[in-house]
C-alpha cells in the first residue's frame, strides 16, 4: 500500500527477511544443540559400556587366578596318603589360606563399590593419629618395597597429627596410594611419604618417580573402573577402583586430593583431611 503523505510503512519486507532468518537461526542452534547432546551421551554410554567390559573380564580373571590356585592345592592335599610330611601338608595349607585371602580382599573391594554406589557408606569416626596410621601401612610396604629392590623414604613433617575420621577406610586410603606408586613403577619402586599440616588439617603426600600420567589420562583416574590403556599389555592388575574409592571417602571426610603428574617422571598425590 502507498500512502503519498506518509512515510512510515506498516511492515518492511526487510524486516520481514531478518525476523524469518533470525528465528531460523535460533530453531537451527537448537536442533544442533540437541544433537551434540545426544551425540555426547552416545559416546558416553559407548564409554562405560566398553569400560564395564573390560571390567568384568578383569575381575573374572582376578578371581579365576585364585579360584584354580586353591584348588590345585585342595587336590593336593586330598590326594595325599602320606600324613606324615608335615612340612608339605602346612605348604599346601599356607597357599590356601592366602589365595583365600587374596580372594575375600577383591569380593571385599567390589562389595565397597557397591556400597559406595549407594550412598551407603558409613563411617565410624574416632580419634586417629595419621603417624600410627601410615606406619602400619608401612609395616607392609617396606616388604614388597624392598623385595623389589626399591626404596620407601618417609618424612614426618605433621606436628599435629591427630584428626576425626574412619581408621579402617583411611587405611584404605593410604594402602592405595602406596600400593599404586608400588604398582606403576618404572624399574624399581621409588616412593616418598610425607605428611605436613595445614591450618585445619592434616595434609598427607605421596609421591614416586614411576610412570606417570598425560594430562588427559590424569582428569579420568578418579572414575569409576577407569584405567589407562596400555595397549595389550597386562602386566599390572586392577580393576580401576581404587583412586575412586580414594577420592570418594576423601570427599565423605570433608577432605581434598589434588594429584600432580607427568609421564614417564612420576606422580604425586596430596590428600587433605580436616582436623574435625
Ligand atoms: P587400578 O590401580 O586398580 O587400575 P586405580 O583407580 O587405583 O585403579 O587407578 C586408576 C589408574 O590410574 C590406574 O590404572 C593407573 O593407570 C593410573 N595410576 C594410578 N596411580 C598411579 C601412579 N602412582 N602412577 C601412575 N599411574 C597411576
Known amino acids: 500500500m502507498y500512502f503519498p503523505n506518509k512515510e512510515d510503512v506498516v511492515v518492511d519486507k526487510k524486516d ?3 525476523n524469518e ?11 544442533l544443540l540437541v544433537f551434540s547432546i545426544a551425540i555426547f551421551i552416545i559416546l558416553r554410554q559407548k564409554r562405560l559400556s566398553e ?3 573390560d571390567f568384568i573380564n578383569n575381575m573374572t580373571h582376578e578371581l579365576k587366578t585364585p579360584i584354580s ?7 593336593v592335599l586330598r590326594q595325599m596318603t602320606d600324613y606324615s610330611d608335615s612340612e608339605r601338608i602346612s605348604r599346601y595349607a599356607n597357599i590356601i589360606h592366602t589365595e583365600n585371602a587374596r580372594l575375600e580382599s577383591q569380593v571385599e573391594r567390589v562389595l565397597q563399590l557397591a556400597k559406595l554406589e549407594n550412598g551407603k557408606i558409613e563411617l565410624k569416626k574416632e580419634n586417629l593419629d595419621l603417624h600410627e596410621i601410615i606406619d602400619k ?4 610396604f617396606r616388604l614388597i618395597v624392598a623385595q623389589k629392590n626399591g626404596t620407601l623414604d618417609y618424612v614426618q613433617g605433621a606436628e599435629n597429627t591427630m584428626f576425626y575420621g574412619d581408621k579402617v577406610h583411611i587405611t584404605n586410603v593410604i594402602y592405595n596410594l602406596l600400593d599404586n606408586a608400588t604398582k606403576y613403577c618404572k624399574e624399581v ?5 610425607s605428611t605436613s599440616n595445614e591450618a585445619k588439617g592434616v595434609v598427607l603426600t605421596v609421591k614416586d618417580l614411576g610412570k ?6 590424569l582428569k579420568q583416574i578418579f572414575e569409576k573402573f577407569y584405567r589407562v590403556p596400555t595397549g595389550s599389555v597386562h602386566d599390572v592388575k586392577g580393576f580401576g577402583l581404587g583412586l ?4 570418594e571417602i576423601v570427599k565423605a571426610h570433608n577432605g581434598k586430593i589434588a594429584v600432580k603428574s607427568e609421564l614417564g617422571k612420576g606422580s604425586e598425590f596430596t590428600v587433605f583431611i580436616p582436623f574435625n
Open 16 to 18: 520481514i527477511i531478518s
Open 21 to 31: 532468518l533470525f528465528w531460523s537461526s535460533i530453531l537451527l542452534a537448537i536442533v
Open 51 to 53: 569400560v564395564k567390559t
Open 69 to 75: 590356585t586353591i584348588a590345585l592345592s585342595s587336590d
Open 137 to 140: 601401612c608401612l609395616g607392609t
Open 189 to 193: 619402586p621409588q616412593i616418598q611419604i
Open 212 to 217: 606417570g600420567m598425560s594430562p588427559i589420562e
Open 244 to 247: 575412586f574409592y580414594v577420592s
